[in-house]
């Protein structure tokens, strides 16, 4: 069992910068492929970003691709969203989520554990 909480959301202006940190419980942290989702109101929720389990291969959106970076530290058991060069689009709640496949995946069927979500908000 693998619990997975997300900080580091906030209200942001238009072209500033993020930093989404997830920490996850378990001592088996580095076996998971790690993803980055994100939900806004009224919409489903979509794939952002993935990472491999040992961060050597990651995988973006289009709408985030060369903006947003994702990273992973298995030695804090964290894996971490920068997000650069904020659009209002970007507001949404973002949730972070571990899968047994350890390569990146980019459905959420893939994903085993959720966490909560962190609320950001871009505003224009």
């Known amino acids: 069992q693998v619990q997975l909480v997300e900080s580091g959301g906030g209200l942001v202006q238009a072209g500033g910068s993020l930093r989404l940190a997830c920490a996850a419980s378990?001592?088996?942290?580095?076996?998971?492929?790690m993803g980055w989702f994100r939900q806004a109101p009224g919409k489903e929720r979509e794939f952002v970003a993935a990472?491999?389990?040992?961060?050597?291969?990651?995988y973006y959106a289009d709408s985030v691709k060369g903006r947003f970076t994702i990273s992973r530290d298995n030695a804090k058991n964290t894996v971490y969203l920068q997000m650069d060069s904020l659009k209002p689009e970007d507001t949404a709640v973002y949730y972070c989520?571990?899968?047994?496949?350890?390569?990146?995946?980019?459905?959420?069927?893939?994903?085993?554990?959720w966490g909560q979500g962190t609320q950001v908000t871009v505003s224009s």
């Open positions: 989520a571990a899968s047994h496949t350890r390569s990146w995946n980019v459905s959420e069927y893939e994903y085993n554990y």
């Open positions: 378990g001592r088996t942290f580095s076996s998971y492929g």
């Open positions: 990472i491999s389990w040992s961060g050597g291969s990651t």
